[in-house]
């Protein structure tokens, strides 16, 4: 379906856009007075994770393509593929869940006035879920171990820890729907839902791409999944690939 040439096209477009709106977030925001705050949301640290996952993803895709053996992922350290497949599962689902979030609760036209900034929020809130292509047309298999998604949670919920430190330090809340102050009792549920709802987006993931993994011919050149190893010892589980 995709070449190696191809994949790599791919992936290195949407690293150089991703990138760039970083960077021009970035530069925005510290025109603006917003700089302080600007790791504090969720949003800008899963963009974070997606721009390094799609660099790495087409570093990787790149030597494969230049060696058209296998790909420099291959031959990293048992752990390091470990992160790499750790910070693929974070990017498709964080970008799937703030993408969703973002449209349905939080967004007010009202605030998004100008050309500039309606750009930025549809590249931070739309555009991100092109990661999906990758899910599509690349060969990265989400890990159904239930290490894979208690991690991603504990994530979630150093995040959290974060919000209200901001709040304490700061003294406003990065979400509304974290004002414990303004929605009292309510916050709780809100957020154990929240934990509960990434757990069921990750696994339904899962079953989206096992599905695709049935119906679709092989994406990308070919891959060779081994059996898997135990890794961290035999708390989490590895499948090794040939491509990242």
Known sequence: MFSTGAMLGVRATLFVYTLGVWIYTIVYDAQHGKIKGHFVYFTNLAYTGLVGYLGSSTFHTLQLWRRNTSSSFTSMPATLQLLHWLLYDSVMLFATVVTVLFWSLIYKASDYTSAEQKWLTVSAH???????????????????????????????????????????????????????????????????????????????????????????????????????????????????????
């Open 126 to 244: 739309a555009l991100n879920s092109c990661v999906l292509v990758d899910m599509l047309a690349g060969c990265m298999l989400f890990s159904p171990h239930w290490s894979h998604s208690l991690t991603l949670t504990i994530i979630v919920l150093l995040y959290v820890a974060l919000a209200y430190i901001n709040e304490a330090v700061n003294g406003w809340f990065t979400y509304d729907f974290l004002d414990y102050k303004k929605h009292k009792t309510v916050v709780a549920p809100v957020v154990i839902g929240m934990f509960v709802g990434f757990i069921l987006v990750y696994y339904a993931m899962y079953g989206l791409q096992l599905l695709l993994e049935r119906l679709l011919p092989p994406r990308f050149a070919s891959r060779t999944v081994s059996q898997d190893e135990q890794a961290h010892n035999g708390s989490i589980h590895m499948a090794l690939v040939n491509q990242p």
